[in-house]
Structure formats: structure tokens, C-alpha cells
């Protein structure tokens, strides 16, 4: 049975005979290296690929017989790839794309639980790895009504602490549906969801395409919860907020 060889590069050659002669002057090998080593050099020279192959494994069976790897060496090598295997998938991960599974079913229909996506991280900018900023971002790429991966950073939600591979800090992400952008109102008329944007534009994203029987100019009526969380700020007193922003006291 012949298995295929794939024929060394010059390159790859080049660095196998400077790697080996550095152990062969180290060592004080036999004058027998020192000859191979300079038939290869004249092989990579003369740009005879064929030659520097055969030559580049015979020096390669070589080194590996009389020039064994230390046990530091070994570890050295490992911990190095493992570092470097790190790096990169840290870097991946938090700036290029990463993969999610579902846990709940909040954004039913659209997913459910236990479903795996795999998150792009480069639609609206550049993330800084293992924070919540960015090298560069633009908000003019966001669209209502997508699907989004937000973290916990700066929300008021229970809980939003994590790890990433069990070592650095990181925070939780989350996914919803993207309803609305900073300034924008939120109102609910007859079943229907309305919006207007900082400048007081309606936002079209939530309307029917027909009139809606004359809907343009109704009067928005805002919708106020009380759902959230409840500081006391006094003997008697207490702070409503909702998000992290305070709407109400009561004493």
C-alpha cells in the first residue's frame, strides 16, 4: 500500500536546514550533517525542490533520532500552541462570530429552545474583545424588528454575571426581538403597537400596510408599567425604577 507525499516547499526546507544546523553546532554532530546540510543548500539554491525534499526528510529522521526533545521542550511547545489556540479563538469568538444555544422559549415562534445559532459579530462595527465596547460601531445599521444578541452589561436584570472558559470575566448575553432605538416612544392603540422616533416621526416599522382605517392622526396614549424594581431611599420613602432608570417615588 503507497500512501501519497505531498513534496516539501523550498520555504519549509530552508527552515528545517537552519532549524538543524543550529543543533548540529550546538551538539558537534558527525561531519556527515554538515555535508547533507550543505547538499541541501545548494539543492534550495538551484531551486531543485525534488532534491531539497529528499534531502529535507533525511535530515529531518536524523535530528528526530540523535537530536531527541527535552521534556522542557515538550512542555514549552504545548503550553505555547495552547496559548496561541487560545488567543485565537478568544479573538474569534468575541469579535468574529460566536455560537448560541437557545435557553427559553421567549422568542417563540421564531426559536426555540435548545436551538443552536451561529452570531455574527461584525453587522453593525468591531467588537474590543472581553468588554462591552467597540473600536468602531455604527447605530445607522441597526433595523427594527430584528432578531439581536445583547449583554447584561448596564441592564437592571438579575443575574448577568458569567465567565468565558471558566477564566475571564463576561457577561451574559441575551436575544430578543429589536422593537425600538434610543428616543423612541412606544404607545398601544386597539390591539397595535405604535412608535415615534426622537424627532417625532411615526415609525412605520409596526404599521399595517393599509390606512388602518384612519389611524394617522390618533391621539398616542403611553403606556406605563410598574414592573420593576423597588429601592428604599428612606425611612418611609421608596424609588421605582425599570431598566435602571427611576420613574416613580413614593413615600
Known sequence: MS???RTYRLNHCRNVMQQSYKQYKKMGEPSSLKIKLQELEQAINNNDRKTADSLTREIEGYTKTHFPKSWFSWGFELVAALAFALIIATV????WFELYEIPTGSMRPTFKEQDHLTVSKTQFGINVPLQTSH????PSLIQRTSAIIFSGDGIDLPDTDSTFLG???????YIKRLIGKPEDRFYFYGGQLFAKDGKGNTVTDFLPKEDYLGMKNLEYIPLITFDGRVKKIGPNSYLFSYFNQPFARAS
Open 3 to 5: 500512501f501519497f507525499s
Open 92 to 95: 474569534i469568538r468575541q469579535m
Open 135 to 138: 473600536f468602531y460601531f455604527d
Open 167 to 173: 477564566i475571564f470575566p463576561y457577561k451574559k448575553r
